[in-house]
């Protein structure tokens, strides 16, 4: 792909799943990851960029995605998306919530290919100790953050906006590395800025 062009998420199709960074696919070509507390509305996020309505599963049961899953865009194995696993309300124990929190560590830190982190928060409950954990990965390794502000339908357009705002203040001393944006699944606001940003991101490939 040429810097600049856009690429057809509708036609991301699933690859593989991997419990961890060993099982994931050859380590070449460009990723974009998405990461998220459990119920910030990741799975509808991603299934609302590639408008698809079960690309990546979504459940009642905040945090069943345990496992790395792995997307490719127009079967080129080269450009995939990735659903991280989340967790917060997720009732398990917390020895799996430590291997899950290994694996992300690693895939973060180790993983070549992955050009820039999309991360998931509830408008309503931004910044959580999650979120925290994954900047901190990111300031760490210099990865670009772009955050998705989700269901901002669920407030006031002046309320949503104050959100924003705030969150963007609370994050200005990484405004090199981290962006901002509200996002809406049920209304498909915010796609195009989103797809944008990815966009940017996967027209870098690793040379």
């Not at 799975?43 to 079960?54: D, G, M």
């Not at 905040?62 to 194995?77: K, S, V």
């Not at 210099?142 to 203040?169: C, E, F, N, Q, Y």
């Amino acid at each position: 792909m040429q810097d600049g062009r856009q690429l057809n998420y509708q036609t991301a199709r699933f690859l593989t799943s991997a419990p961890g960074l060993a099982q994931c696919p050859p380590d070449q070509g460009a990723e974009v990851a998405f990461a998220g507390r459990s119920n910030a509305g990741k799975s509808s996020a991603i299934n609302t960029l590639t408008q698809q309505k079960a690309l990546a599963r979504t459940s009642k049961t905040p945090g069943r995605t345990q496992l790395i899953n792995f997307f490719t865009l127009a079967n080129d194995e080269t450009y995939r998306l990735v659903d991280l696993p989340g967790y917060g309300f997720a009732k398990v124990p917390d020895q799996v919530k430590l291997e899950w929190q290994r694996h992300l560590s690693e895939y973060l830190y180790e993983r070549a290919t992955l050009r820039g982190l999309m991360l998931v928060m509830d408008v309503r409950h931004p910044l959580s100790e999650f979120d925290q954990m994954m900047l901190g990965w990111a300031d760490e390794k210099a990865m670009p953050v772009h955050i998705l502000l989700t269901k901002a339908d669920k407030l006031k357009p002046g309320a949503a906006k104050s959100a924003l705002l705030a969150v963007r203040r609370q994050l200005a001393d990484w405004e090199d590395l981290v962006s901002v944006q509200l996002f809406s699944a049920l209304k498909r606001q915010g796609v195009d800025e989103a797809r944008a940003r990815m966009d940017a991101w996967l027209s870098h490939q690793a040379q």
